[in-house]
Structures are given as C-alpha cells and as structure tokens.
C-alpha cells in the first residue's frame, strides 16, 4: 500500500491518497478455504464492476462494493471490523447471487460480524437472513492431504459459528491425527463412518476406544459437541461410555459395531438410555448459529454383520430413583416407568434396512 499528498488545484484542498496494488490467489500459497467457488474463478479489479446502473454509470459505493465482493478472498476478518452494518449488508446481498457464491474464509468473516437479523436491500423484494440463516457445505470427495489442512480453518474459538464434520469412505488418515479432532472447540456434530468397500475400510481410520480415551482427557473437550456418529467394524464398546459421558454437552452417541460388543445390556452405561427411533435422538435445534457442514468422503453406508444402537443421555432427573411419597399421583409414575422402557429385540435398526445414509441422517434431522 502506497500513500502519497496530492492536492486539488480546483478546490484547494489537501489530501491524502492510498493506492492498494491488487493480488490474485494462488493455489500454491492459499487454503481450500480462500478459494473462489466456481463461478469466481478468479478476482475482478477496479473498473470490471460486475453492477450497471439502469440510469448512467454505477454510483462510487456500487463500484467499492463490487470490487471488495469480488475480492473478498483477499481481505482479511480485521478489514471489516468497523464497516457499517448496513454496508456488510450490502456487500453480502452482493455475493449472495447464484452466479457468485462463497469461499469458508468470506462465510466466516460475514457469520462473525452480521447481526442476527433479517435485511431486506432496498432495491430487491425479498428479504435476506444472511450467513445466520444459511449453511456453508463443503465436500471434498477423495481428501488426501493431512486432516489439519481440513479441520485447521474450521476452528472459531469464539464459536462465531458451529461445525459438523463428517469423515467417510475415501479417506485414508492416520489414528494420530484423529487426536487432535478436539482442537476444534466449536463442533457440534461429528460423523465418522467406517465405508463398506473392503479396500477404502482397510485404510480408514479406526477411531477405537483408545482415540475415545485420548479425547476425554482433553480438557473442556468438545464443548458444543452434541452429536457423536461412529459406525465401524471393532470400533468402539459399551467401555466408551466413560470417556463420551466427559462430553458435557453430547446428547446423542450413534454407533455401530461388533453385535458381540454391544448387545449386552448389563454392559451399558446408566447414563445413557438406548432410543426406539431417531425422533427421539434429533439432532437439537442450532439455528441461533451459523453453521459449516464438511463432509471429508464419498457416500456413507453401513457396513454389514454389526449392529447399531442410538443412545440419549439421561439428564439428572430422570437417573435419580422415584420418591416414594405417597402424595405422588400413581399414574404419573406408571407413565414415567413406560416412557422409560427399553426397546425389545424386535425394534432393533438393522444395518441391510438402512443402507443408504441420507435415509439415515433424515431421521436426525440433518
């Protein structure tokens, strides 16, 4: 940036001018999350201003917004601090077009400083509800970099917006990387799904009690966590209740596993009550935030010959044991038994039932 006095032989004045020389990505210097989508191949400068005026030439606030919506991917969060509500506004009305489109690194900076309230631009009819009403998606069908370049421009330590990750078939990474999931502070759902195709299944990463164990000692791990998917032959046992029940905001576990491992009953955690379908283990309701659905893989299926079980944490009302006063209405308490009750083996979710995930994910809500 180079700034230089200049002065105005018309007016007299005395000013300042700033020239800022325009950069263009690369794919070898910038993250997936800095690039344009598709239809912003690349960033326009000064003077191809995508606005034209239906009455003469575009007003000079029509040109910045145009220029700095093109470019987004160059600016950084801090650059925007103190713009006007209504100009951000306007700059995300901008971008908010088909033939535009988002990269993560602009989502997040419009997440972060737009207010939680519907816009309507004064020159278009409906009404905008901005990165708050609206979910940033991503999939990268075949991720073979390090899972830090995925996870690492996801983290919001102020939990600006939530994340739900998702790592299926055609991912290959290591169990030591899956350690450091928890640095990502403000997740809210996390699907790790074992593929069914022996070869892909063969490199996934088997996220065991061992990497549940890691986690839990993590501390104040998963803070916003409240929904835990993990399907995976040999993954996981009834021991993994001790180490999920330190999620403290984890309503919902969803696995899937060895029927040897979790069809004793006696093994399961008090903590924890097995749910008859998946209206019972929806996914709650987190629209008050943005949020960024990654999905690092192709299509989930179940894998075949194990069994999946949905369990719902017992909130503290409902562990502790009935009183036995008499002033208790009877009927009260033999509906509380009821709703209470665990499924037979007939209500158990058979994988060949469910072989499609969107099936699946549909009964969560997701």
Known sequence: MDASRQY??????????????????????????????NSRKQPKLAGTSALRGSKGPNSLMDMAIS????NIELVEMETLRYFPDELLWYIWDYLDEPERGFSLHAWKIFASYLPHKKWKHPRKEHWNRGPRGQTFQKKFDNPNAPLSLYTKPLISPYSDFLTRLTISGGASFGVNEMLNIPDLCNLVALEITQ???ATQAAVFPRVSDRVLKEWASTPNVFPNLRFLTIWGRDFTTPKSFQYVSKFSALEVYDVFGSEGDWVRRDDW??????????SRARLPHVESRPLANIVLGKELTLCEGGIRRVFKRVN????????????IDSTVIARKRVSNAEPDESS???P????????????FGL
């Open 8 to 37: 105005d032989p018309d007016s007299g004045q005395v000013f300042r001018e700033w020239t800022v020389r325009p950069q263009r990505l690369s794919q070898n210097k910038t993250g997936w999350e800095r690039q344009p989508p």
């Open 316 to 327: 503290e009302q409902e562990s502790q044991p009935q009183s036995s006063d008499s002033n």
């Open 269 to 278: 955690h008090p903590a924890w009550k097995l749910c008859k379908s998946g």
């Open 195 to 197: 593929p069914f195709e």
């Open 67 to 70: 220029v700095v919506g093109e």
């Open 352 to 363: 060949k039932k469910l072989r499609d995930a969107k099936d699946v994910f549909a009964q």
């Open 348 to 350: 158990r979710i058979r």
